[in-house]
T-cell receptor
Framework: SQKIEQNSEALNIQEGKTATLTCNYTNYSPAYLQWYRQDPGRGPVFLLLIRENEKEKRKERLKVTFDTTLKQSLFHITASQPADSATYLCALEEGGGADGLTFGKGTHLIIQP | KAGVTQTPRYLIKTRGQQVTLSCSPISGHRSVSWYQQTPGQGLQFLFEYFSETQRNKGNFPGRFSGRQFSNSRSEMNVSTLELGDSALYLC?????????????FGPGTRLTVT
């Protein structure tokens, strides 16, 4: 089954800088890759979805890249703000929508003022 | 548009008991999925329902079951509770049964088994 690796250690970034989070997967490339944000005690919130034939997707200060050769997705937050502090989850969706979303364990991002 | 709602928000049960959790999806969404979240395993897929039919099931024992009603509301049931079932149970709805849809999560039900 698919294994997803996200940096398990917290990522500390200075306010105003770009935060870059990594998601690596081990097996075949998924049909879709999604990024979610989760705050303590709350459910995940959808941020961006990228398809296997897309290289990059942007939404406001967020950017996601998808490299099927490296089996990696990068998630960028530009001009980071303390309010961006949260856990960010990478999730893969494989063929046919079977088995639901497979999530990584998330990276805890801390934006320091 | 109201979001996904889950009840109850918190629950404490004893080993061996059973529990039923409820989820109301976003209006118009007919696909509902359930996930278990623990610190050790992260978010894991339990099952997905669409139009009252289970489409997919994750790698969980048969003690975990679910159903969906004609109004798309869903329930999940865990029988013979074990300590390891303590987790945050999340429900998510999406606009269709296939791939490529973002999922909208509820706030979760925090289940503690003692």
């Amino acid at each position: 089954s698919q294994k997803i690796e996200q940096n398990s250690e917290a990522l500390n970034i200075q306010e105003g800088k770009t935060a870059t989070l990594t998601c690596n997967y081990t097996n075949y490339s998924p049909a879709y890759l999604q990024w979610y944000r989760q705050d303590p005690g709350r459910g995940p919130v959808f941020l961006l979805l990228i398809r296997e034939n897309e290289k990059e997707k942007r939404k406001e200060r967020l950017k996601v890249t998808f490299d099927t050769t490296l089996k990696q997705s990068l998630f960028h937050i530009t001009a980071s703000q303390p309010a961006d502090s949260a856990t960010y989850l990478c999730a893969l969706e494989e063929g046919g929508g079977a088995d639901g979303l497979t999530f990584g364990k998330g990276t805890h991002l801390i934006i320091q003022p | 548009k109201a979001g996904v709602t889950q009840t109850p928000r918190y629950l404490i049960k004893t080993r061996g008991q059973q529990v039923t959790l409820s989820c109301s999806p976003i209006s118009g969404h007919r696909s509902v999925s359930w996930y278990q979240q623990t610190p050790g395993q992260g978010l894991q897929f339990l099952f997905e329902y669409f139009s009252e039919t289970q489409r997919n099931k994750g790698n969980f024992p048969g003690r975990f079951s679910g159903r969906q009603f004609s109004n798309s509301r869903s329930e999940m049931n865990v029988s013979t509770l074990e300590l390891g079932d303590s987790a945050l149970y999340l429900c998510a709805s999406k606009g269709g049964p296939g791939r490529g849809y973002e999922q909208y999560f509820g706030p979760g039900t925090r289940l503690t088994v003692t």
